[in-house]
T-cell receptor, first 112, second 113 residues
C-alpha cells in the first residue's frame, strides 16, 4: 500500500548548523511533496513543497530536493535557529487528490 | 482572510457516545479533508469532500463518517466512541486552483474516557 518513511525520528543540531530530514515514498503516482512544520499544540503549517517536474526548490534557509527515480525527497534547513525547533512532517500526494500520506515526523531540536 | 475554523477546540466524551466536529474552510475553498493525528499513528487521512461529494476515504471503520454542505462547511461524526479515538482531528481546506496544497485548521482535541 501507500507508504511514506521518514528519518530520523529525532534530530538535535547546534544553532547555526544544518539539518537534513529524509523521506521515501512508495506510490509511483505521487507527484506532489509538501513539508509541514508543527509546533507544540499548534496546527501543521506548510513551509515548502515540490512537484515532480522539479528537482530542487529553495526558499531562503529552506530547500527541498526530489529524486523521482529513487523515490526520495529531503528537507534541508541551513543556519538553524532555535525557532526552527518543531516537528516536521513530509507527505506525498497525487494530482487531483487531497489525500496526503504523511511520514511519521521528525522532532528537530536546535540547541542554542 | 480567515483561516480554517474548527469547532469545538476541546471536548471530552465517554466511551460509547458519539461526537460531531465542525469545520469551516477558508473562504472560496471547496475541498475539505479530515485527518486524525495521534502520537502512535501520526497523521492519517480520514476522508475528503468536494462539492458535497466524498471523493476519497481512508482506512477507518464505518464509525467515522462525514459530510459537506452546500456552503463547503463540513462535519465529521464518530459514533460508538472508543478510547483509541482520542486524538487531534484536523480539518484542511484547499482551493482547486492551488493544486494539491491543503491548509490546516487548529484542530479539535477529542479525549474519550
Amino acid at each position: 500500500g501507500e507508504n511514506v518513511e521518514q528519518h530520523p525520528s529525532t534530530l538535535s543540531v547546534q544553532e547555526g548548523d544544518s539539518a537534513v530530514i529524509k523521506c521515501t515514498y512508495s506510490d509511483s503516482a505521487s507527484n506532489y511533496f509538501p513539508w509541514y512544520k508543527q509546533e507544540l499544540g499548534k496546527r501543521p503549517q506548510l513551509i515548502i513543497d515540490i512537484r515532480s517536474n522539479v528537482g530542487e526548490k529553495k526558499d531562503q534557509r529552506i530547500a527541498v530536493t526530489l529524486n523521482k527515480t529513487a523515490k526520495h525527497f529531503s528537507l534541508h534547513i541551513t543556519e538553524t535557529q532555535p525557532e526552527d525547533s518543531a516537528v516536521y512532517f513530509c507527505a506525498a500526494s497525487t494530482s487531483g487528490t487531497y489525500k496526503y500520506i504523511f511520514g511519521t515526523g521528525t522532532r528537530l531540536k536546535v540547541l542554542a | 482572510k480567515a483561516g480554517v475554523t474548527q469547532t469545538p477546540r476541546y471536548l471530552i466524551k465517554t466511551r460509547g457516545q458519539q461526537v460531531t466536529l465542525s469545520c469551516s474552510p477558508i473562504s472560496g475553498h471547496r475541498s475539505v479533508s479530515w485527518y486524525q493525528q495521534t502520537p502512535g499513528q501520526g497523521l492519517q487521512f480520514l476522508f475528503e469532500y468536494f462539492s458535497e461529494t466524498q471523493r476519497n476515504k481512508g482506512n477507518f471503520p464505518g464509525r467515522f463518517s462525514g459530510r459537506q454542505f452546500s456552503n463547503s462547511r463540513s462535519e465529521m461524526n464518530v459514533s460508538t466512541l472508543e478510547l483509541g479515538d482520542s486524538a487531534l482531528y484536523l480539518c484542511a481546506s484547499s482551493l482547486e486552483a492551488s493544486g494539491n496544497t491543503i491548509y490546516f485548521g487548529e484542530g479539535s482535541w477529542l479525549t474519550v474516557v
